[in-house]
């Protein structure tokens, strides 16, 4: 007799379990010969050994199949399940389990790289615990950086996820914003808000927000603390002094991943204070253990006038 517990804090319950535990239910008459207990967000599943194996198996898949469709059918649980003559599910699900995809978003979203240089990106998060992402709008840095610490969070590689900017002004005046400095902030964070809706169910994404699992705060807020555990992005580092970048960089503790994005053409500091973001990768770049990405206007997957708006304003054209 052996033990398996699978833990299901990164789901929705309801969703998983079904209305008043019906899919639950389903799983438990069609693996009769283990003992299937739900205990909150985890599942304690006992018996012999081959019957565990087949049945976390299967169930891997089952996730796999609600986090790409977002919905778990009476029709899912039994096919993937139960009936071993369902080949063609099984292989699908198998492959939407084993492709490329970082995140199965909300509505069947696929987050995945779609461009070299992203494709770059992920692979060097599974090499490095510091990287620099720097690149033009539209390149997909901060979706795809967001995508890696969501599925970091997924794969318990971390505990915890920050996301964090600079509160500096784009040609606007912050403090004639309405509102407390929650109010005036969120504006700049929005961006990374939209990121998350995109790749965690709602009731999910606040619960983690409730609880501190994701927080989404301006740079400042990153002083004096030490981050262990924990998926860290900083985004538009570009306007990020140097001292700021140092310090958002010494916050590194235990099992940490860090990764910074920016865009060098894009600096909305003062016309004689150095972005951080150049500096960093003037002094950073052959630092062992670091990893420097550069993205350009072919990674851009925005409208199509983007990258040509971005090759004239880099050539200078009016």
Known sequence: MSEKIIFLEAYSLLEIYGINDCNLNLIKKMFPQLKVIARGDTLKVAGPDKDIEEFDHRFSLLLASY????????NDVMQIMGAEDNNDVIEQAKEDKNNDVLVFGRD?????????????????SEEHDLIFA???????KTYTAVALAVRALKNKEVKRIILTRPAVEAGENLGFLPGDLKDKLDPYLQPLYD????????????????????????LAFMRGRTLDHVFAILDEAQNATPNQIKMFLTRMGRSAKFLVTGDITQIDLPPKQESGLIHAARILSKTRGIDFIYLDEKDIIRHKLVGKIIAAYGKGKD
């Open 134 to 140: 720097i690149g033009p709008a539209g390149t997909g």
């Open 67 to 74: 986090e790409r469709f977002g919905r778990i059918t009476e």
């Open 108 to 124: 069947g979203l696929l987050v995945k790289a779609r461009t070299i240089n992203q494709r770059r990106m992920v692979k060097s």
């Open 195 to 218: 990121a998350l809706r995109d790749m965690l169910p709602t009731q999910k994404l606040l619960s983690y927000l409730e609880d501190g699992t994701i927080e989404v705060a301006p």
